[in-house]
């Protein structure tokens, strides 16, 4: 689904991702983790499409597709979608407005039929039952006076209601409390099946005890130093990332 | 430009009333204020630009334009011409003027309570003065603008609501101020007045419009009293010919514990300015004034707001918002005084303004000035683009760029629509706003193409 190869992109002339390799196939959670500036968020942004990254070398498929050569908006009309570490207050857009606006601008995109403001409400009310959210957040402009809380949850509300091929998680989990947590598990968790993907991007191991990752690769200095599976993520939890520091400083040498 | 126009054009023909009112005996203390208004227009001149209040709002135009006197005669309107311009499902009680004229056969106002009075000026002037004497002029005369003295050295017609004690009105009463293009270009100046007396409560809604896209001048006036108690919500829309010039002069005063919540809107005219003052004349008052400004090609709106607190524990909340695109420019002076008795004042003043285009301009200057030391005053400008991580955000969940730009435009706009009452007016002015927004992505892309 996702195939990312030697992957090199700089950030104001500086170089965060530093030749990444990484292959996601349908139906696969893949945990990235890594300390703070290992160049997590920047894969994440990357891969959205968001300005200011200036991709210097390598490449990244999606569905075969070259994934860098397309507008942020199309990448969200081939089922890309990530949630952001910081959510955008949206001072004056209504939250239901704007689900509406997203939902339909992928429909329209991929040459399938609107939904009206009828079947629409059904569908919205349907995957608030799923995770649990109260409907008072669809009164609300989108992220306004939302606490850190309620904003993930808002981002995991839209994942669910886009139902994304690809789903890139960006430290969804941080500053969340157990319940919040849950939700956010929950909403990952709701959404896996055969042919979707998802990719956590976290610093702790925590939200892994609610979403059970295939696959779990530690990030350091813009590459990925260590793969494996969900045990490496307890390791790190225990071991701290100065372990994996060391080892990747020592195979760079 | 040797020979400058504004050294030869002067204001004599806007001191020219209606030849049919300029005979007809009027009462005295409204002759005096008349020469009064006219001494003053003639001593004072055209303001140029040196003048403060006119520093960024060149009047070169407006003073070089040929404006027609009134005719009444060439007034032939029924109420299917006016169908067209009135607001979907707004359930309201009714008074329409046609280029400053009341016009009764298009008013609705059966139903209304006891104790309301409304009506043509024109007509209370000939059979009831005693009424408006010590009304008529007590806020826009001493001190007021120059516009004003014209307004009132030529006024002929307008609208008059006066509400008696705890007279309370559920539906809210609109006035359309309707304007329609002739031979000539026209030149109106109305003058309305409002009373509500002590505990009277009140919705009022304004609109400002035309048919066609006529070049004209409104010149209004409108001077509001709100006794002791009064609460009066006043919503004003202005969206006049994109070829028309607009003034209005908003005077308030408010009694001790008054609630004035007002939202002025200038969304049309080529030209426009607006003056809203506001003095406190009892203690525990309050006034919520907000407004939302558009200007976009060959359009200047400029907003001036002159906030006065003389007595104490007054509270005025100011927040304007302006979106300016492709070669729009607009004004903002907001100037909010407390005098040194004016103690535990609360006044806040905001103006956010939105530059779409490189071409856009905007000068904003607020003013706080404070001479009481207890007091609660803030103020806070912004001038900005929209923000290109909102703009991210929104397409990366799949909404197109132009489409993108477009909601946060409105996002902006709504935080201000949404405070009008009722609904249907709410809907009508979002429509009004959301298509004037219509061309901004394709100005912006435009831009970025050259």
């Known amino acids: 689904m996702l195939s990312v190869k030697g992957l090199k992109a700089s950030v104001e002339g500086r170089e965060i991702l530093q030749g990444l390799d990484l292959e996601i196939r349908p139906g696969e959670v893949h945990a990235i983790m890594g300390p703070n500036g290992s160049g997590k968020s920047t894969l994440a942004h990357v891969l959205a499409g968001r300005e200011g990254y200036e991709v210097t070398g390598g490449q990244a498929l999606f569905d075969g597709n070259d994934l860098l050569q397309l507008e942020p908006e199309e990448r969200a009309h081939r089922g890309l979608f990530l949630a952001f570490q910081y959510p955008m207050e949206l001072p004056g857009v209504n939250n239901t407005y704007f689900l509406k606006a997203a939902l339909n601008a992928g429909r329209k995109a991929r040459a399938e039929p609107e939904l009206d403001a009828v079947s629409f409400m059904r569908l919205m009310r349907e995957k608030l039952k799923v995770l649990h959210l109260d409907d008072s957040l669809l009164k609300r402009a989108v992220n306004v006076g939302f606490s850190g809380g309620e904003k993930k949850r808002n981002e995991i509300f839209q994942m669910a209601l886009l139902e994304p091929k690809l789903a890139i998680l960006d430290e969804t989990d941080s500053g969340l409390d157990i319940d919040a947590l849950r939700i956010v598990a929950d909403g990952v968790n709701a959404l896996r099946s055969p042919d979707r993907s998802v990719v956590l991007v976290t610093h702790y191991q925590r939200l892994l005890d609610y979403v059970e990752p295939d696959h779990v690769h530690v990030l350091a200095n813009g590459r990925i130093v260590r793969s494996g599976g969900k045990d490496l993520a307890l390791e790190l939890e225990k071991k701290g990332y100065g372990w994996i520091e060391g080892k990747g400083a020592k195979v760079a040498a | ?450």
């Open chain 2, 1 to 450: 430009m040797i020979n400058s126009p504004a050294t030869s054009v002067t204001w004599e023909h806007w001191l020219d009333g209606d030849p049919d009112t300029a005979s007809g005996g009027e009462p005295p203390w409204l002759e005096t204020q008349r020469r009064d208004a006219i001494v003053r227009v003639r001593r004072q001149g055209i303001p140029t630009s040196r003048e403060e209040g006119w520093r960024y709002t060149s009047l070169k135009a407006l003073a070089g334009q040929r404006f027609a006197r009134r005719d009444r005669t060439a007034i032939g309107v029924s109420s299917r011409d006016i169908e067209p311009v009135l607001v979907p499902g707004l359930d309201a009680h009714r008074v329409v003027l046609v280029n400053g004229i009341f016009m009764p056969s298009l008013s609705v106002l059966d139903g209304l309570p006891d104790g309301v009075r409304v009506g043509s000026l024109r007509e209370m002037l000939d059979s009831t003065p005693d009424i408006l004497a010590g009304r008529l002029n007590r806020l826009a005369g001493a001190g007021g603008r120059l516009f004003s003295a014209l307004n009132t050295a030529a006024m002929d017609d307008g609208f008059v609501l006066m509400l008696d004690r705890a007279v309370e009105v559920a539906c809210p009463i609109e006035i359309v101020h309707l304007a329609l293009g002739g031979d000539e270009p026209r030149l109106a100046q109305p003058r309305h007045l409002v009373v509500l007396e002590d505990g009277a409560r009140a919705t009022l809604i304004e609109r400002y419009l035309s048919i066609g896209e006529p070049l004209y001048c409104t010149n209004s006036v409108l001077e509001l009293t709100l006794e002791r108690n009064a609460v009066l919500e006043h919503h004003r829309v202005q969206t006049e010919s994109p070829n028309a010039f607009h003034l209005t002069g908003l005077y308030l005063s408010q009694a001790q514990s008054s609630h004035y919540v007002g939202h002025t809107l200038g969304l049309g005219a080529a030209w426009s300015r607006t003056d809203l003052m506001v003095r406190f004349a009892g203690q525990h008052a309050e006034c919520d004034l907000k407004g939302l400004y558009l200007a976009g090609d060959r359009q200047l709106v400029d907003f001036h707001l002159d906030v006065d607190h003389q007595v104490p524990r007054c509270a005025s909340r100011e927040a304007f918002k302006g979106i300016v695109y492709g070669k729009g420019r607009a004004v903002f002076d907001g100037r909010i005084h407390v005098a040194r008795d004016a103690q535990q004042t609360d006044a806040q003043l905001s103006n956010k303004n939105l530059l779409l285009s490189r071409a856009a301009e905007v000068d904003t200057k607020p003013q706080l000035e404070i001479f009481a030391d207890d007091v609660k005053c803030s103020h806070g400008t912004t001038v900005g683009e929209i923000d290109p991580q909102a703009i991210f955000y929104l397409r990366s969940r799949g909404i197109p760029e132009a489409k993108a730009r477009r909601m946060l435009c409105l996002g902006f706009a709504h935080e201000i629509i949404d405070g009008l009452r009722p609904k249907p007016l709410r809907e009508y002015v979002a429509k009004e706003v959301s298509r004037r927004l219509d061309d901004v992505a394709l100005s912006h892309e435009a831009e970025r193409r050259n």
